[in-house]
């Protein structure tokens, strides 16, 4: 906490607190997606919601998490008492695989996002939840995207698994591109984009590996990593139905987000989830995507905008 002749001079400042920031507020108006973390500009709450999140997650995530994040945790030496400077994390992220967080005002559209991963960029939310509800998560912040994100991103065969993700990205484009009726042109776009969605929500965000000793399962997802009363849930509850990973059936389940997952996969290895993501792909060519299941995720006209004008 900075103070100034034993005044504390933190108080005074706007801070980057979920939904309650001035400068992101500016940001968004201007229309800049990319930004800078004005660090100073997190003030003693910020830093205590920081402090508080991280300090009751060291036991889950020794007990819960898969050995490369934990791994991961330590590479990035994130400081347990402040809100990480995004320079410094990739600093030890940038040398073990090339991915580089970068601040983003708020939500990037789909196609953006994913190609973002091709590049080895990860667009990171700067701002962070209130610390008077460290549970409550309305939109992801910067506890989610560099406490649950980032330390895979340090595992060289997850980011491979990443960055193929989003090459398969670029493959839906070029496939988007061929197809002249406009009314189509949509209709497929969101069914592939759809089954995207939910193969990166049952895996890089809620997904479960199986442990190194074969005994039981450990998270990799970041929704789970980032979730101290999730991450227990996921692998403890009887409530939770768990198996391994079915591309067939993971393209047509459905997700909610507003609740604890009753359902989630397992993967074997991240080898095997790269092989997973080429699965995605080849489908993908073969026209395996063009009919999903209906229902959740619900794709805004953003989403799907982003394809078919990246395609044009
Ligand atoms: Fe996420």
Known sequence: MATTLGQDTTQDIPGLTTTRAPF??????????????????????????????????????????????????????LDPGAVPRLEDVNKFMAPRTGFKAKAVSGYVPAYLFFDSLRKREFPTTITIRDAGRLDYLPEPDIFHDIAGHVPMHTDPAFADALVRFGEAAQTAVH?????????????????????????????VEFGLMRAPDGKGVKAYGSGLLSSYGELQHSIESPLVQRYPIQLEWVINQYFEIDHYQPLLFIVESFEHLFEQVGILEDWMKQGKLDNVSPGEPSLSEVDVRSFIEASA
């Open 24 to 77: 992101i507020e500016a940001a968004r108006e201007h229309g800049q997606l990319y930004i800078e973390q004005p660090y100073e500009l997190y003030n003693a709450e910020n830093h205590e919601a920081w402090r508080q999140l991280f300090a009751r997650m060291g036991d889950r995530w020794q007990r819960y998490a898969n050995p490369r994040f934990l791994q991961g945790v330590e590479t990035l030496c």
């Open 175 to 203: 496939i988007v591109k061929r197809i002249k009726n406009p009314d189509e042109q949509v209709r497929r776009t969101t069914s592939i984009m759809k089954a995207m969605a939910r193969f990166f929500w049952f895996t």
